[in-house]
Structure formats: structure tokens, C-alpha cells
């Protein structure tokens, strides 16, 4: 039962680094999205995809990329890291009018 | 404008009483889903009901139940019975006909023995 699987789950990275973080569901969905929550602000939207092939911005995308080229991969790119960007990180994935399915996150440091 | 809104940062209630958590939302579509999830001081999200903005009936799960006024576009949750690993940050979140989902800023509960 692996649902939704996030890698890394912990990472620190210098200012002006890149990196990707991992997502991989194996439920078929072809909702996946990518979260980010600060304290105090709960969850907010960077970028989504309603199907391979397919990804647009959600509330908070600047500093961020996704590719779509599966359905079960949904990676989210961070070029040049910068401190705003520490922050625990979500994917989720859900079928059409379903619920939200999550991984267990990722904690990336910025410093 | 904040589409989910969480007016409560922290709540306290004694073991075995219920409590309410409040959420109102906006927005302008007639199709959406209201959602509730848990999440813990592990950080995992943890689904509790849900709600859909055609439904007559409040959603009720075990111990949850969703008061929901459309008019007041207000989506409470009402957990019964607290107990002591109901503590947790208890988030509202919307589903929009895009399928995009939006959240509150959480809410803090700590049920007290």
C-alpha cells in the first residue's frame, strides 16, 4: 500500500543550489499536486497537473518547475534555492472529485 | 481574498466533551467539495470527511460530523467526545470544479485530560 511516496524526506541545501523532490503515486490518479507549508499558514498550491502532460501554477509558483511526464511522476524542480524557500513540502495526489491523498513530506533547509 | 478562512489558531477542550472548529469559505461556483483533514505533530494529512456543496444531509464519520450551512458558507467540524489523540492542527480545505484544492491556516487543538 505505498499510495503517495516523497523523496527525500529531509534536505539542506546551500543558497543557489538546485534540487528536485521525488513523487510517485500507484493509485492511478490523474490529479497530482505539489504543496508547500510554512508555519502558522497552512498549505499553499504551487503547481498542479490534471493529467500527464499537463501542469499549471498554482498560488505560490515563482522559483519552482514541474513535468508531467507520466501519470504516477509529478517531480517538483527548485532552481537556485533561496531561504523563503525552506518549508515542508506536500504531494498529493486524488481522482476526479475525490479527496486529497498525501505523502509524508519533505523538510528542505535553505541556508 | 482567502478562499478557506480558520478564525480560530488554537483551541482547548476537556477530554470527552465535543468542540467545533470553525471554517467559511468563498467562492462563487455552485459545484465544490468541503474537506477536513488532521494532521498531527508526526506531519503526516490525514483525511476526516467530507462534504459535497450539493449534499442535503450534513457528513458525519464516526466521530465527526460537518455542520454545513451553504448560505453562510460556513463548513464547521464537530468532533464528539474528545480524545486525548484528537490533539493535532485540524485544516479545512475546498475543492474547486478544477479540481484544485485550497486550505485554511489550521486550526491548533489540544484536548486537555
Known amino acids: 500500500n505505498a499510495g503517495v511516496t516523497q523523496t527525500p524526506k529531509f534536505r539542506i541545501l546551500k543558497i543557489g543550489q538546485s534540487m528536485t523532490l521525488q513523487c510517485a503515486q500507484d493509485?492511478?490518479?490523474?490529479?497530482m499536486y505539489w504543496y508547500r507549508q510554512d508555519p502558522g499558514m497552512g498549505l499553499k498550491l504551487i503547481y498542479y497537473?490534471?493529467?500527464?502532460?499537463?501542469?499549471d501554477k498554482g498560488e505560490v509558483p515563482n522559483g519552482y518547475n514541474v513535468s508531467r511526464s507520466t501519470t504516477e511522476d509529478f517531480p517538483l524542480r527548485l532552481e537556485l534555492a533561496a531561504p523563503s524557500q525552506t518549508s515542508v513540502y506536500f504531494c498529493?495526489?486524488?481522482?476526479?472529485?475525490?479527496?486529497?491523498?498525501f505523502g509524508e513530506g519533505s523538510r528542505l533547509t535553505v541556508l | 481574498a482567502q478562499k478557506i478562512t480558520q478564525t480560530q489558531p488554537g483551541m482547548f477542550v476537556q477530554e470527552k466533551e465535543a468542540v467545533t472548529l470553525d471554517c467559511t469559505y468563498d467562492?462563487?461556483?455552485?459545484?465544490?467539495?468541503l474537506f477536513w483533514y488532521k494532521q498531527p505533530s508526526s506531519g503526516e494529512m490525514i483525511f476526516l470527511i467530507y462534504?459535497?456543496?450539493?449534499?442535503?444531509q450534513n457528513a458525519t464519520e464516526g466521530r465527526y460530523s460537518l455542520n454545513f450551512q451553504k448560505a453562510r458558507k460556513s463548513a464547521n467540524l464537530v468532533i464528539s467526545a474528545s480524545q486525548l489523540g484528537d490533539s493535532a492542527m485540524y485544516f479545512c480545505?475546498?475543492?474547486?470544479?478544477?479540481?484544485?484544492?485550497?486550505f485554511g491556516t489550521g486550526t491548533s487543538l489540544t484536548v486537555i485530560p
Open positions: 493509485m492511478n490518479h490523474n490529479y
Open positions: 498529493a495526489s486524488s481522482y476526479y472529485r475525490g479527496e486529497l491523498f
Open positions: 467562492t462563487s461556483d455552485q459545484s465544490y467539495g
Open positions: 462534504q459535497g456543496s450539493y449534499d442535503e
Open positions: 480545505a475546498m475543492r474547486e470544479p478544477g479540481n484544485q484544492f485550497y
Open positions: 497537473s490534471v493529467g500527464a502532460g499537463i501542469t
